[in-house]
């Protein structure tokens, strides 16, 4: 991947003046056909046509070659499951962003066999079509504003050989842990911060829950859930405060696994995922060096941001763990922002509702 550290940029008025044609991404595959799902490469072009550099989040977009969604995969009408990692970015690291100089581009290769499910989907034409949503950084404290490309897709067929890849090479999937969100770490102090930021992410799910019941018709609700079923709502925050075995069985790992995402930079913290069908098998969170330097829940009353919180990273983690969320966008602007759909489902729109809740109603 080609990566820039320059600076952090302030260009606020131009970055919220974007409109979906100001940017562009074209999309190309080496081969249209291919034996092979480890065959598929794919190469996505981003262009600035601007005069002012522009700086994005690269992470769960084209502009990033980690095992991240950077594309929505189907074959003829049929989604194909991603079963990729989802991670949270180190927002105050430079290395979690990718900038675009005026008037150049970025070129990206992708290659994606471990990342969608094209086992269960068989053999055929895949299309794939860039995930649209970008965002871009605002300045060093602000949050991120949010940016929609306009979507291509490109096309490959596979011949032949879709069977499963793993993320991890060594992985053994048939091993399941006979645990819910158990801390997996030999440091006694990182076990403890990890305790911690488990205790608090489980209170304020719980407390997001008991507001649903309380108030179901609230402002905060519709903010970030529009007319979702509130009782769908509730039993994903329930189930994270509950941590019952019902909603899945994790290890909460203080160090990255061999061959992990923390080396490059950038990563907060991912979860990785095993997946059958629709079904979570079972997941594993690893919590980068960055997360034990994060503040504690108390600090949001005195201002502090929640992406600079362990209950923020934790929090978000856990919704990918449990039910399956995803990062269609990061921050609470941009979380607010999405279709009814993406709300349901976005990682950040449950994290900034059960946080807001908690500075609103407990500090």
Same mark, same amino acid.
């Given at each position: 991947?080609?990566?820039?550290? /320059?600076?952090?940029?302030?260009f ?23 034996a ?13 046509p ?12 084209v502009?990033? =070659?980690?095992?991240t ?10 989604a ?7 991670i ?22 992708? #290659?994606v ?9 068989? #053999?055929?034409?895949?299309t794939?079509?860039?995930?649209v949503?970008?965002q ?6 602000? =949050? ?7 979507? #291509? ?7 032949d050989?879709?069977a499963?890849?793993?993320?991890f090479?060594?992985?053994? =999937?048939?091993?399941?842990g ?13 076990r ?12 304020v799910a719980?407390?997001?829950?008991t507001?649903?019941?309380q ?12 007319d ?5 709502i ?13 909603s ?9 696994? /061999? ?21 979570i098998?079972?997941?594993? /969170?690893?919590f ?12 949001i ?8 919180t ?22 609470c602007p941009?979380?607010r ?10 990682a ?11 500075l609103?109603?407990?500090?």
């Amino acid at each position: 991947m080609l990566r820039c550290s /320059a600076a952090l940029l302030t260009f606020a008025a131009t970055a919220l003046a974007l409109s979906s044609g100001d940017l562009t991404v074209k999309l190309s595959a080496v081969s249209p056909v291919v034996a092979s799902i480890d065959d598929i490469i794919l190469t996505a072009v981003v262009s600035n046509p601007t005069s002012e550099d522009i700086k994005f989040v690269k992470f769960g977009s084209v502009l990033d =070659e980690l095992p991240t969604k950077s594309f929505n995969v189907r074959k003829g009408d049929e989604a194909v499951t991603f079963s990729g990692v989802e991670i949270i970015p180190a927002l105050d690291i430079d290395a979690a962003f990718i900038t675009i100089p005026a008037g150049g581009s970025i070129a990206v290769n992708h #290659t994606v066999a471990a990342s969608y499910a094209f086992e269960a989907a068989g #053999t055929g034409v895949f299309t794939f079509e860039t995930s649209v949503n970008l965002q871009v950084a605002d300045g060093p404290d602000s =949050e991120l504003a949010h940016f929609v490309l306009e979507s #291509t897709s490109v096309d490959v067929e596979v011949t032949d050989d879709v069977a499963k890849r793993s993320v991890f090479p060594d992985d053994d =999937e048939s091993e399941v842990g006979l645990r819910t969100s158990t801390p997996v770490c030999d440091n006694a102090t990182r076990r403890n911060f990890l305790a911690a930021a488990l205790k608090e992410a489980r209170a304020v799910a719980g407390g997001a829950a008991t507001n649903i019941k309380q108030s179901p018709n609230s402002a905060r609700f519709k903010t970030y859930f529009n007319d979702a079923s509130r009782n769908d709502i509730w039993y994903n925050f329930d189930r994270v405060a509950g941590d019952l075995a019902s909603s899945g069985n994790r290890g909460l790992h203080c160090k990255d696994r /061999a061959g992990g995402l923390c080396a490059g930079g950038g990563v907060g913290a991912y979860v990785r995922l095993v997946t059958s069908g629709n079904n979570i098998i079972s997941s594993e /969170a690893y919590f980068c060096d960055w997360f034990f330097g994060t503040k504690d829940l108390k600090a949001i009353c005195n201002g502090t941001n929640f992406p600079q919180t362990r209950v923020n990273v934790m929090l978000h983690e856990l919704t990918h763990a449990v039910f399956r969320s995803t990062d269609t966008v990061y921050g609470c602007p941009g979380s607010r922002g999405l279709s009814s759909a993406n709300k349901k489902k976005n990682a950040d729109n449950y994290t900034c509702f059960a946080l807001h809740n908690y500075l609103a109603n407990t500090c």
